[in-house]
């Protein structure tokens, strides 16, 4: 029996017309058929947020890739809605795999529980599908897809081979470099690390303050095993993640706490 060509659904948070999903529908060019649903407006650092107060439409979108036509929709509505609504509505058969991205910015350390580009590859490892999200590591405006899209694609030539473990999704994070300065995929754990935010404050035409989030990242964290050490040394970071959110390490000190009564005061 002939096996059917692997199905990819595509999604992203920078939006359907952003320049990185059109090099993630080129990265996976011939790997299997494809299907877009990605966001009609951006929703950037909207982490893993659902629309359920509003409805949530999908409209078929013209969108070509280096083949050719590829089916697409432009979706009202977060990351994580787009491949819930994809998965139940508009993918024809159960995909293989689930990419997001290429994400214009980095999602290393501490930014992939804001990352929207995440989420939709989280939704989709919740959904028991192998998933991948892709991040360009590159601050602020333009740069070049190219060798993110390259390397893109040998990520998901492997996982399209070789599975991943049921619930674990790869978080991957490429350099800003030429594809000849990349030195190769490393797998590698996500970098402590925080955000000194600091709001500026101004004051509308009404006289009232409003405020605007700025930050510093700070790296917290001098592993040479870390996302963040991977990129800023010309190594594609491949970091394994899941939605489980458990903290195991602490399970154990914490196995006495389980008592019957409410306020807990015959705890002993
Ligand atoms: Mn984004």
Redesign the pocket.
Known sequence: MKKERPLILIS???GIE?P?ILSLVAAMDGLGDIVVAAPLH????VGHAITMRDPVRARPWPFRGPSGHVTAYAVSGTPADCVKLAMDKLVPRQPDLVVSGI???PNTAVNVIY???VSAATEAAILGIPAIAFSYCKWGSGGDFEASGRMARSVAKRVLEGGLQPGILLNVNIPDLPLADIKGCMITRQARSKWEESFAERMDPFDRPYYWLSGKFVNLDSGENTDLWAVDNGWVSITPIQHDLTAYSALEGLENWRWGDPAGENNT
């Not at 951006?42 to 650092?45: H, L, M, P, T």
């Open positions: 992203n948070d920078d952003a990185g951006e929703q950037s650092a994400n214009h910015g990352s929207g580009t």
